[in-house]
């Protein structure tokens, strides 16, 4: 049973174009979500978050959007740079929960010069 | 300040044996926790530590164990390994473990089982 999933697992855009990268959870305990990237070889690497207390959140390029209501989550990246290719995770936790932090399998991004 | 370190970065295996992983946190880290990823799977929580302490546990068999010493420095033990063990196991400190604490993720250990 998947409580954080990535339906997408590839998404290739164009460099200054904007990328969108989705994820949906069933969990509805889940009340802190994060988004790490990953290039290979390495360790997932944090970039941004956003408390269920919020709707919005925005660091430079990068800006989450959460819509409780629909368990949605989304990452935006404008514009985009080829440096930015990577596999992106979607990640949630719940205060107190047992499992720590739960990610979705990832969508692979391809940012194209 | 240094980041997370984990060694060894490769390791081969035969079905049966036994082994263990190391993971030190950033200074300053009190908790340290463990992922497994597959490609089937993508990261999954093994389990966490906070001052010598497990704290948290994911779906894993009993054969996936762990401690953390005193320094928060931290193992994880896998015994009588089987085929479907071969992943990528990844080590994440944080202050203090809290669900909104960012935890920082070391470059991981290969781990190949044959």
């Known amino acids: 049973d998947q409580q954080v999933k990535q339906n997408s697992p590839s998404l290739s855009v164009q460099e200054g174009r904007i990328s969108i990268l989705n994820c949906d959870y069933t969990n509805s305990m889940f009340d802190y979500f994060l988004w790490y990237k990953k290039y290979p070889a390495e360790g997932p690497t944090f970039l941004i978050s956003?408390?269920?207390?919020?709707d919005k959140n925005e660091d430079g390029r990068f800006t989450v959007f959460l819509n409780k209501s629909a368990k949605h989550l989304s990452l935006h990246i404008v514009p985009s740079q080829p440096g930015d290719s990577a596999v992106y995770f979607c990640a949630a936790s719940a205060w107190g929960g047992s499992e720590k932090l739960v990610f979705g399998k990832g969508t692979k991004l391809t940012v194209n010069p | 300040k240094a980041g997370v370190t984990q060694t060894p970065r490769y390791l081969i295996k035969t079905r049966g044996q036994q082994v263990t992983l190391s993971c030190s946190p950033i200074s300053g880290h009190r908790s340290v926790s463990w992922y497994q990823q597959t490609p089937g799977q993508g990261l999954q929580f093994l389990f966490e530590?906070?001052?010598?302490?497990?704290?948290n546990k994911g779906n894993f068999p009993g054969r996936f164990s762990g401690r953390q010493f005193s320094n928060s420095r931290s193992e994880m033990n896998v015994s009588t390994l089987e085929l479907g063990d071969s992943a990528l196991y990844l080590c994440?400190?944080?202050?203090?473990?809290?669900?909104?604490?960012?935890?920082?993720f070391g470059p991981g250990t290969r781990l190949t089982v044959l």
């Open positions: 956003i408390s269920s207390i919020k």
């Open positions: 994440a400190s944080s202050l203090d473990g809290r669900s909104t604490d960012t935890q920082y």
């Open positions: 530590y906070f001052s010598e302490t497990q704290r």
